[in-house]
């Protein structure tokens, strides 16, 4: 499934978690055209990543929008072939 650049805007705040654990958020720097693929600047200065659709990552907004709620549909989830064993 690829995401719409527009789900999530480049500049957005995100959280990502794996297999249901937190393991970073940070500012969307930039996204892939095709929405395949994103780059987040890490918070505390922990770099930059590359979180592309086959990794095994959900983004999620961090900011609530308009009414303090977070929407589902600005969530964007990669979906891996397989799972990934670095996460």
């Given amino acids: 499934m690829k995401a ?5 805007p480049e500049g957005s705040h ?5 297999h249901g654990h937190h393991i970073g958020s ?6 892939m055209p095709d929405g395949s693929a994103l ?6 200065g922990a770099g930059k990543r ?7 990552v959900d983004v999620v907004l961090s900011t609530p ?4 709620r977070f929407p589902g549909s ?5 979906t891996p072939d397989r799972p990934r064993s670095d996460l």
């Avoid at 719409?4 to 999530?8: D, F, G, R, S």
């Avoid at 590359?50 to 095994?56: C, K, T």
């Avoid at 600005?74 to 990669?78: E, K, S």
């Fill in 74 to 78: 600005l969530t964007w989830t990669a």
């Fill in 65 to 68: 929008i308009l009414d303090g």
């Fill in 14 to 18: 995100v959280h990502l978690l794996s």
């Fill in 4 to 8: 719409k650049p527009e789900a999530i």
């Fill in 39 to 44: 780059w987040i600047w890490l918070d505390h």
């Fill in 50 to 56: 590359l979180v592309h659709e086959s990794d095994v």
């Fill in 26 to 31: 940070g500012i969307i720097d930039m996204w």
